[in-house]
């Protein structure tokens, strides 16, 4: 069975969610790249070093969250990762999301979260309002498109409601004004009442993130 390398940080926590939610027939396996004595491993399977990664037999091993979770709709034969006319519309918000609001969120989150976990520098003050600047102008477009809509794309969730979701999850610790936008608060509500989404980690064994100092 493929292994997926993953952790409890928000990228490895995204193709969790998407195995769980897909049933897919993975073996999660915890890692921690970075800790001592893991680079030589992970290193071979990923040049960045990072996780997630799916390993396959027979297969490169697969990196980033994207291609991970299109692999593993394939494996499963799902429209989660859309197929024929649906698939340049959850690209192009996978794509969108990317450059404007999960960027957004991964800056406030980067600043608010692992900085403090990680013990890597102060906050910047300047990144965290750049962040909140960001997010300010990419939650009127989604707010807009899910003015009329569950979904970003089409009558059921796909990998683009995922992927805009990635650092969510620690919302109450980014403190993003998601309540300023009703139809956007609404949608993730939506996500929120996956139980995939909601806890991807349900029976695994996986030790918590360092926590954020008081
Ligand atoms: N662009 C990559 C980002 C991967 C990434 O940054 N992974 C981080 C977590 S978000 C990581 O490997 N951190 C080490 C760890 O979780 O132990 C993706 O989408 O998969």
Excluded at 66 to 92: E, H, N, T
Excluded at 189 to 200: H, Q, T, V
Aim: some cysteine; aromatic content about 12%.
């Amino acid at each position: 069975m493929p292994t997926l390398y993953y952790s409890r940080n928000p990228n490895p926590r995204l193709a969790v969610a998407v195995a769980r939610y897909l049933d897919a027939p993975v073996t999660l396996e915890w890692a921690a790249p970075f800790a001592p004595g893991q680079a030589e491993h992970f290193l071979k399977l990923n040049p960045t070093q990072r996780i997630p990664i799916l390993v396959e037999e027979g297969a490169e091993p697969l990196w980033e969250a994207d291609a991970i979770a299109c692999r593993l709709s394939q494996m499963v034969g799902s429209d989660f990762w859309r197929q024929g006319a649906g698939q340049p519309d959850m690209i192009r918000w996978i794509s969108w999301g990317k450059e404007n609001f999960v960027r957004a969120c991964d800056m406030v989150s980067f600043e608010t979260g692992t900085k403090l976990r990680y013990h890597i520098g102060p906050q910047d003050p300047e990144a965290i309002a750049e962040g909140h600047r960001l997010f300010h102008d990419a939650a009127p477009i989604l707010e807009l498109h899910l003015a009329t809509r569950d979904w970003l794309t089409g009558a059921t969730p796909s990998y683009a409601d995922f992927r805009m979701a990635t650092f969510l999850p620690w919302n109450a610790n980014m403190r993003l004004p998601l309540q300023d936008y009703p139809a956007l608060a609404a949608w993730y509500a939506r996500l929120e009442a996956i139980p995939a989404w909601a806890d991807p980690f349900q029976g695994l064994e996986a030790p918590e993130l360092p926590p954020i100092p008081a």
